[in-house]
């Protein structure tokens, strides 16, 4: 009860329509989405849910969690596999990847393979692996904040890690990209 009237003062003064995420933790949730398999189109639909998702929690009268970006890109991992399951990709996410790139960061031709290669090599990697990668290389989730929201043990994930970041070196090889 105290709580509740704690976070109802808290937003009465910081103003109850602001928005849940802020900047950085929508372009982290949009990164999260894309390199999950989202396409570009519904990233704005997924950015909106990982928002609904929090005010539900909050009106359900749930604490904040405690790190909200570390909340919402486990909450965008999950919400990207479930599309992926759902939808069956039409296109590989090494395209989709790409023209991320090339609207947000043009780079170099060298930088833009080595982003197709490391977009195609997650494409091949199972769901899992990839959640894993994604939060913890792209998102720039710890390990244990890894394992606490996904609800596996720490060694799971960097087992996952591992075999993933063999997988992936091991195609870059093959492909003669590194």
Do not use: C
Not at 50 to 65: D, H, M, Q, S
Not at 110 to 128: F, I, M, R
């Amino acid at each position: 009860m105290l709580r509740r009237k704690a976070r109802r003062a808290q937003g009465d003064g910081a103003g109850q329509g602001d928005d849940p995420l802020d900047a950085a933790q929508e372009r982290r949730v949009r990164a999260v989405l894309a390199l999950g398999g989202v396409p570009q189109a519904d990233l704005p639909d997924g950015v909106q849910q990982v928002r609904l998702r929090l005010l539900e929690r909050a009106a359900k009268g749930y604490e904040t969690p405690r790190d909200v970006s570390a909340w919402a890109a486990v909450v965008a991992s999950n919400l990207a596999m479930d599309w992926h399951r759902a939808k069956r990709r039409q296109e590989r996410l090494g395209e989709r990847l790409a023209s991320l790139r090339q609207h947000e960061h043009p780079s170099g031709e060298d930088t833009s393979v080595l982003s197709l290669a490391v977009a195609q090599g997650l494409d091949d990697l199972p769901d899992a692996q990839r959640q894993v990668v994604v939060l913890r290389f792209y998102a720039d989730l710890p390990v244990r904040s890894i394992a606490v929201e996904l609800g596996v043990p720490e060694g799971t994930v960097k087992s996952r890690l591992h075999t993933a970041v063999r997988a992936l070196r091991a195609r870059l090889h093959e492909d003669e990209v590194v």
